[in-house]
């Protein structure tokens, strides 16, 4: 089985927490690979490996913001859920809300982990930290696999 | 004790004065008297001055009859039977015509009839049968014994008892019926006395014919009943019915018979017929001017009423319009009568509303409700109203009556008070709108600034120089202040996120703000069991995290922190009015909280700058802070519907206070709902 590098793909339209959580990622695991649309637009487009997305990888994982441009994350994460080859990806909604009525909606539409990005780069580093262990290490993918039986990973 | 045997001793005197003028008018040996005041005097006594002077009508009644030549058992006898007859006539009159000194009402000269004919029916019987026992009276004329002894005292309890119970009260009211001059009472009195006299002297010797004279005498009586009132009726009564008695009693006059029955029979016909036929003409004329009187007073209230008032016929024809009526409109009573009160129909009122309003009115239920009428002067004016209808006494609907206020002013303010209320409300949205949009807005391009200024100084600190990395330090540091700026303030912003209010225990709140500040920072007593309020946990939660966490910020460093929290029910205005009326207690509806400390306290002066927003009382070097905590508790409790307040000493420690509903405040208000 050829491993490969996990890859993620990022849904926000502020390029500076972009960069920000790329560098972030490097001091978790520099294998990490990151990909980056700046809304749910491009993210579909990205996913379906539409225009210039034909050569797209399928990503191990996304991020996304809620408040977006064209298509929020609310929408988006909908549009994610309703594809079937598409819905088995687990979507982490990486956003400054704290509010509870966008928590209880994200999970109810099946977002794998609400996390409110955090003030200080440490904090950053610690939840991606812990985000690599849950679904991005090499254990956790087989335990997925050895459930689910899919090799897709 | 002096008092009332003095008060004996008087009435003693007077029933033996009284009994000798009876004797005056006796008939045979002064036994036999058709007319025995002294009955009156007793019952009297009694009336005015209650039970405890019977002994004296007794003791009275003895002297008097042993004074006449009976012997003292008999007299004995006689004053026990008497007081028997006296005690039942005070009784019937006090328990079935308490207020008979008014003579207002027919039913209290019917009392006042009944009681003068059933009490002295014990005592004639008692008298008659002692007389015969003891062999004063043969057993033959005992019938005509009872039926005089009968007679004698009831006429002188009906004579004496109205007529003084009605000067008596005089006494008190000097205007019993000013409308009667003291002229026109003499005149009257001495005329009819003199007529009287003349009657029954029969100066022209007519005897038996003189009967048609009689009648005159009960006109006489009859016009000073309907003139003179009750005072002229009793007068009356008294000035016909003496002359008669003495004068008959003399042998003189119509009612002189053959036979000593006969003449007695007309006497006490005369006597009580005149009295009845007085005293009930006064009655009815008293109780219709009471009628006629309240008649007036309500004609006049509604006449005087500030309320516009129409009354219309079972058709809707208007028969009646008040003057605040026209003042209202403009029209007239004579414009408005015999119209249908549509003619001031502006067309505002819905269809369903006249429907509604003609149910509820022939259903018999009043109609409240507000109008748009228009004016004579085409001014629209709006009126509250309320319509009810009137029943005659078959229950039928004889007239509807509306009252109305004129509302216009009021309907003005509404609608000023409305706008202002709904431009608030926008203004207020708008304003947390964009707070809300700002906040988010600017916290991206700050977590930028700050992210990447951490970045650097965890990546590039060993190639950067000493001054560099205070630079650093500081960028870093003034954008956590921000962050921590930010972040209040959206919680402060946010407290109308429609969070759910829910039974919200104060002890765990408090025990769980305190474990979150350290066991060992903090030292709380809570003091009393806290309340368990209606509100939003989360919210909740922050107000005792700001105020715990002051305390603990705040504490003076000289001595060891101790905070107290306590809370009691507070009496509300409602609370105590039941209290101060000694109605049953509802249950508290607020609470008081206090949260106690001995830190380093606040200056008064400062003490009015505590709930502003971003102020702050001390500089970021010496306490860090946002100035937001305050600001969001006030901000919190206020939409829970309490009310939150500092007591604070400098150097001996603050006092924080809040209060919170039992029950949630009315949520929406009506203009939302609009």
């Known amino acids: 089985m050829q491993r490969v590098q996990p890859l993620i793909l990022m849904i926000d339209d502020n390029i500076a927490d972009i960069e920000l959580t790329r560098e972030a990622l490097r001091e978790v695991d520099f294998r990490i690979e990151l990909e980056s649309v700046r809304d749910g637009f491009d993210a579909l487009a990205y996913l379906r490996r539409q225009g210039h997305y034909a050569n797209s990888r399928r990503p191990n994982l996304i991020f996304m913001d809620l408040n977006m441009p064209r298509m929020d994350g609310r929408e988006t994460l909908l549009m994610l859920k309703a594809q079937d080859d598409i819905c088995d990806i687990p979507v982490i909604v990486f956003s400054t809300s704290e509010s509870p009525f966008d928590v209880r909606e994200s999970y109810r539409n099946h977002a794998a982990a609400f996390v ?28 997925l696999q050895h459930l689910t039986g899919v090799m897709g990973y | 004790m002096l008092h009332s045997l003095g008060r004996g001793a008087a009435i003693v005197v007077l029933y033996i004065l009284v009994a000798q003028l009876g004797l005056l008018f006796s ?20 009336l005015v001055f209650g039970r405890r002077v019977l002994w004296a009508c007794w003791l009275a009644n003895v002297v008097v009859s042993v004074g006449g ?8 006898v006689f004053a026990c039977g008497n007081c028997v007859e006296y005690l039942l006539a005070a009784f019937l009159l006090q328990r079935f015509a308490p207020r008979l000194e008014h003579f207002g009402s027919l039913r209290d000269v019917g009392v006042l009839l009944l ?34 002894w009968w007679a004698g005292d009831a006429v002188g309890i009906l004579i004496l008892v109205p007529s003084v119970l009605v000067w008596y009260r005089l006494r008190e009211k000097r205007a019993l019926q000013s409308r009667v001059s003291v002229a026109a009472l003499s005149w009257y009195g001495g005329g009819s006395l003199a007529l009287a006299m003349l009657v029954f002297s029969d100066p022209l010797s007519l005897a038996e014919h003189g009967m048609v004279l009689v009648y005159a005498l009960f006109l006489l009586v009859m016009w000073g009943a309907l003139r003179l009132g009750i005072l002229g009726a009793t007068l009356g009564v008294l000035a016909v019915v ?15 018979r053959h036979e000593l029955n006969d003449t007695i029979l007309l006497l006490m016909g005369f006597m009580v017929v005149s009295l009845i036929m007085a005293l009930a003409l006064s009655a009815v004329l008293i109780e219709r001017d009471t009628a006629a009187e309240q008649a007036r007073v309500l004609s006049k209230a509604v006449e005087q009423s500030a309320s516009a008032v129409i009354i219309t016929n079972p058709a809707g024809q208007i028969t009646y319009v008040n003057p605040a009526f026209s003042a209202l409109t403009g029209y007239e009573s004579a414009e408005a009568i015999g119209q249908n009160p549509r003619f001031l129909k502006s067309g505002h009122t819905s269809g369903n509303e006249y429907a509604s309003l003609w149910k509820a009115i022939i259903d018999g239920r009043s109609w409240r409700g507000e ?63 964009i707070t809300f949009a700002i906040t988010h807005t600017l916290q991206e391009p700050l977590r930028s600034i700050s992210g990447f200024a951490q970045l650097l100084e965890r990546r590039y600190t060993p190639v950067l120089d000493a001054t560099a990395q205070g630079y650093l330090g500081r960028v870093v540091n003034a954008t956590e202040r921000m962050y921590h700026l930010f972040h209040d303030l959206m919680h402060y912003v946010m407290v109308d996120d429609g969070s759910p209010h829910q039974p919200v225990g104060l002890e765990t709140v408090i025990g769980n703000v305190c474990g979150a500040l350290g066991a060992d920072a903090v030292s709380v007593r809570v003091a009393g069991p806290l309340p368990v309020v209606m509100a939003a946990e989360r919210q909740i939660h922050h107000v005792f995290e700001h105020i715990l966490g002051n305390s603990v910020k705040y504490r003076d460093s000289e001595r060891p922190l101790e905070i107290i929290v306590s809370a009691w029910p507070v009496e509300t205005e409602e609370s105590r009015i039941r209290k101060a009326n000694g109605l049953p207690a509802s249950a508290a509806e607020y609470w008081e909280l ?7 306290g606040i200056d008064p002066v400062f003490q009015p700058k505590l709930f502003m927003l971003f102020s702050r009382l001390h500089t970021i070097d010496d306490y860090d802070g946002t100035g937001v905590g305050l600001a969001y508790c006030r901000r919190v409790i206020e939409r829970h519907g309490g009310r939150v307040w500092i007591e604070s000493r400098l150097g001996v420690g603050t006092t924080v206070h809040l209060t919170l509903p039992l029950t949630l405040p009315a949520q929406k208000s009506e203009v939302e709902e609009r």
């Open chain 2, 69 to 76: 030549g009976m012997s003292l058992p008999v007299a004995l």
């Open chain 1, 116 to 143: 409110t990005k955090p003030v200080t780069i440490e904090e950053l580093i610690e939840k991606l930290r812990a985000i690599h262990t849950l679904w991005l290490t090499g254990s956790a993918v087989q335990s």
């Open chain 2, 371 to 433: 109008f748009l009428n228009i004016c004579k002067d085409r001014s629209l004016v709006w009126e509250q109203m309320t319509i009810s209808p009137l029943r005659d006494e078959n229950g039928r609907i004889s007239h509807f009556v509306s009252t109305a206020e004129d509302i216009t002013q009021r309907k003005v303010n509404e609608r000023h008070l409305r706008d202002a209320l709904e431009r608030a409300e926008r203004a207020r949205a708008e304003l947390e709108r």
């Open chain 2, 27 to 46: 008939f045979i040996d002064g036994n036999v008297s058709p007319i025995w005041l002294p009955s009156g005097v007793s019952v009297l006594a009694l």
């Open chain 2, 594 to 600: 206090s949260i106690q400390d001995n830190g380093i």
């Open chain 2, 242 to 256: 003496m002359p008669a008695v003495v004068l008959t009693a003399a042998g003189h006059g119509p009612f002189v």
């Open chain 2, 115 to 148: 009681a003068g004919g059933v009490a002295p029916i014990p005592a004639a019987l008692c008298a008659t049968t002692t007389l015969v026992l003891v062999n004063i009276a043969p057993v033959q004329v005992s019938p005509f014994v009872a039926l005089t």
